[in-house]
């Protein structure tokens, strides 16, 4: 199976840039290290994964059928991570050797299905990256199969990233701004989905 450059581009593109996933991810890497993100990171990409192939399969139909069902999808979308944002715009400081605070692997996985971003993706991924008269379920395939390879490497990049922001959060004001600022940006996210 031969995958083409464009779309290990537009997966590396898609997974790597910042959204609901990444902004997870780096906050768990500040809050206890690169490790602490794995299952989360494990969890988006299988979660993800499965959305493709599933749509694949025709699960996008009913969404391109039915506006009002896309329509409320992307306002759950839209609350549950407005929600979240809340939730990491307040949470207090890591207590020292505690366990991490974030998404385990089900709920990661979970996550994408209300995750506005990973639909936008494997939407515009399918009818791209597939040939007319091509066996969509190898299609879904092929496509899965290069996501998960690379969105594990591009949400590393995130811990890593969230991993040295951690180290130069020291007081309880620092962890508050940089929960603030974190909660903000994954609820700007969500401006594209409200027009």
């Not at 890591?94 to 939407?123: D, S, T, Y």
């Not at 490497?153 to 929960?179: E, Y």
């Amino acid at each position: 199976m031969s995958v083409p450059w464009s779309l290990l581009g537009f997966a590396v593109a898609a997974s790597v840039t910042p959204g609901p996933n990444t902004l997870m991810v780096s906050a768990m890497g500040a809050a206890g290290g690169w490790r602490a993100p794995l299952p989360a990171m494990l969890g988006i990409t299988l979660g993800f994964m499965l959305l493709l192939v599933l749509t694949s399969l025709g699960l996008a139909a009913p969404l391109a059928a039915s506006p009002s069902l896309h329509g409320v999808l992307r306002w759950v979308g839209v609350l549950w991570l407005l929600w979240l944002a809340w939730k990491i715009g307040h949470a207090p400081p890591p207590e020292p050797g505690a366990a991490p605070r974030g998404f385990g692997f089900l709920a990661a996985a979970a996550f994408q299905w209300v995750n506005p971003k990973a639909w936008m993706i494997a939407l515009a991924a399918l009818p791209a990256f597939t040939a007319p008269g091509e066996a969509m379920l190898d299609a879904g395939l092929r496509i899965a199969l290069t996501f998960g390879l690379i969105s594990m490497p591009c949400l590393l990049v995130w811990a890593l990233v969230g991993q040295g922001a951690g180290r130069l959060l020291r007081t309880p004001r620092h962890w508050r701004i940089f929960n603030i600022v974190m909660g903000l940006l994954l609820a700007a996210s969500v401006l594209p989905l409200l027009r």
